[in-house]
Every structure is written in C-alpha cells, then in structure tokens.
C-alpha cells in the first residue's frame, strides 16, 4: 500500500509562497493521480488540485487557481504544490492523496497523508 507523506508546511505571510512536497512511502506515486486537499480548523476537507498519472492534467479549485500549481516528477517519486499569493484564508492543514483520476471528489483517492500545516498571517 502506498503512503503519501506530506512536507514542507510553515509560517508564511500573506503574500508570500511555499512549495510542499508529497513523496511515497511504500510504494511508487507513478502509477496514480494525485490530489491536494485541505481542511481548516472546524470545517471539512476541502479539494485544492489534482493531477494525473504522468502529470498531464491538472485541475485546480477556483479558489486557487492561478496561484497554486501542482506538479510531479514520477523520477523523484514525489508530488508538489507550490502555493503563491498566499491568503490568510488559506490556513488549513494541506493533504497528499493518491487516486485512480485527477478529479476533485475526495471518493476517488484511495491513500491519504497526515498533512502538512500550512499557516497565512496579515
């Protein structure tokens, strides 16, 4: 069974970037699309992106497209979101998941990280 795990959460400004990073721990990610989620404090988890097998569709929530990108390097193994222009309505703790397809409905992924925080001060 493959286990996502997720790195690379932190303090940042509003404002400002940071890049997370989703590596496999029992197995290959190269197989399976991935999806980023979050979930805030008291609320549910909520879809971010997602990406294809081989990296060749993406699909992004409108909340953060065209300031978040998700990618892979099937090579390296790992999976990333880079987030810029970061808002502080985007604290949330970010989720690696694998799945079958790039889509945004959580029934989809079979594999689930523990989840890297991801905090915006104003």
């Known amino acids: 069974q493959v286990q996502p795990v997720e790195s690379g959460g932190g303090l940042v400004q509003a404002g400002g970037s940071l890049s997370l990073s989703c590596a496999a721990s029992?197995?290959?990610?190269?197989?399976?699309?991935m999806g980023w989620f979050r979930q805030a404090p008291g609320k549910e988890r909520e879809f971010v992106a997602a990406i294809s097998y081989t990296g060749g569709r993406t699909v992004y929530a409108d909340s953060v497209k065209g300031r978040f990108t998700i990618s892979r390097d099937n090579a390296k193994n790992t999976v990333y979101l880079q987030l810029n222009s970061l808002k502080p309505e985007d604290t949330a703790v970010y989720y690696c998941a694998a799945g079958y397809l790039s889509t945004s409905q959580q029934s989809n992924y079979f594999a689930w990280g523990q989840g890297t925080q991801v905090t915006v001060s104003s």
């Open positions: 029992g197995g290959t990610l190269s197989g399976v699309a």
